[in-house]
């Protein structure tokens, strides 16, 4: 046989010798694979737990793991946390650094900002929490909830970690329903030159859930509504009217105008239209003018608890149709109070079904000067 054939056979004997070597690693037992593989540690099979392992064994399991793969940044991790449960901080300490001086990846430094949020040292604190900022590119709020438990103040927030954070930020402030730091942070985004708008009204809509007039008020004014709240589509966002569902009443929006088509089997007390309004807690009078054609039968408007018809002296064109005062609420705190603008149908008795369109535009709550 020439050299180039014990070439071949020897390649050949070699490549059968090392596939069968992979596939007994596959099918065999962790002892057995070991035995065949030869004495160098497996990283797949040296990390495995054992079904009752204590804390040495668990550590001695992470060091062969590490030995086999020093680059096996969750089980660097892993070990510093179990010296760290074991009470041995230091030791933890040396692990979770050299973790983050192998691994320049987000759950290294996330892990480092847990373990100074829980040893309460803020520098460190701060330092790790500003590198998982830096490297994420998720979701970075679990780490401003623990920011938050060390100091709730935006802006002392927004300085350590970023202006990048300002936005997840007022969600965590509206998670942990604090409506008066949402509103600093509001301030501060409202500064910026491309502030997001639809962030603003939400947070408008939410400061007016909460009864917090003259704050929504702040951020309304801000997003420089237009004079006729009809202009809008009626979503019920921010200070806009919300138009109400009802079984046989159909709505149509228009810029400036909403078309109700009753069909005659609509319920006989039904909501149409609401809309918050901010008004002074001191007494104050208002005019209410609109446009409207079509039957107006049983439709009332209110704003509070003051209820009026709304065909009374009315006419198809803008005008003065209703002035009216609204009674001081002494119980608001604060200058401002969120007073509900209605309007409904209710069916006088023995009225039959209103049927037909009734247009309604051009609709203004105006404030009288005392």
């Known amino acids: 046989m020439n050299t180039l054939s014990w070439t071949a056979a020897a390649f050949f004997l070699y490549a059968a010798s ?11 037992p962790a002892g057995e694979a070991q035995r065949w593989l030869g004495s160098a540690p497996n990283a797949e099979y040296e990390t495995e737990p054992t ?38 901080t230091e030791k933890a300490e040396d692990c979770l650094l050299e973790a983050a001086r192998t691994d320049h ?10 373990f100074y949020f829980r040893h309460e040292k803020q520098d460190d604190f701060w330092h790790w929490a500003r590198e998982t900022v830096r490297l994420n590119f998720d979701d ?5 909830r623990l920011a938050y438990a060390v100091d709730p103040d935006p802006r002392f927030l927004v300085g350590r970690l970023g202006e990048g954070v300002a936005y997840p930020l007022l969600d965590v402030l509206l998670e942990k329903d604090r409506m008066d730091k949402s509103q600093e942070l509001a301030r501060m985004l409202m500064a910026r030159p491309a502030a997001r708008r639809e962030t603003i009204l939400d947070l408008s809509t939410r400061q007016i859930a909460h009864r917090n007039a003259s704050w929504a008020l702040e951020l309304w004014n801000w997003l420089g509504p237009p004079a006729d709240p009809l202009a809008r589509p009626p979503d019920g966002q921010g200070f806009r009217p919300r138009l109400e569902t009802n079984p046989g009443v159909q709505t149509e929006w228009t810029p400036g105008r909403i ?26 009078r ?12 049983g439709l009332d408007f209110s704003l509070g608890s003051r209820v009026r018809p709304l ?4 006419r198809p064109a803008p005008g003065p149709l209703v002035s009216f005062s609204l009674p001081a609420d002494h119980s ?39």
Not at 18 to 28: F, P
Not at 61 to 75: C, E, G
Not at 105 to 114: D, E, G, P, R, V
Not at 311 to 314: I, M
């Open 105 to 114: 990846q987000q759950l290294a430094a996330w892990t480092l900002a847990n």
């Open 286 to 297: 208002y005019r209410l003018l609109f446009e409207f054609s079509g039957p107006t039968e």
């Open 259 to 284: 078309v109700f088509r009753f069909d005659g089997t609509e319920s006989d007390t039904l909501p149409l239209l609401e809309q918050a309004v901010a008004a002074p807690a001191s007494a104050v």
């Open 332 to 370: 608001t705190l604060g200058p401002m109070r969120i007073v509900p603008f209605r309007l409904y149908y209710r069916r006088t008795p023995g009225v039959p079904p209103l049927q037909g369109e009734l247009t309604l535009g051009h609709l203004q709550l105006i404030q009288e000067e005392p």
């Open 51 to 88: 079904a009752e392992e204590d804390a040495l064994q668990k550590a001695a399991r992470l060091k062969r793991a590490l030995t086999a793969n020093p680059r096996k940044t969750w089980a660097r991790i892993e070990l510093g946390l179990l010296w760290e449960s074991e009470g041995k």
């Open 140 to 144: 970075v709020r679990p780490l401003l």
């Open 18 to 28: 090392a596939a069968v070597r992979l596939i007994t690693a596959e099918i065999a």
């Open 311 to 314: 065909g009374r002296g009315a």
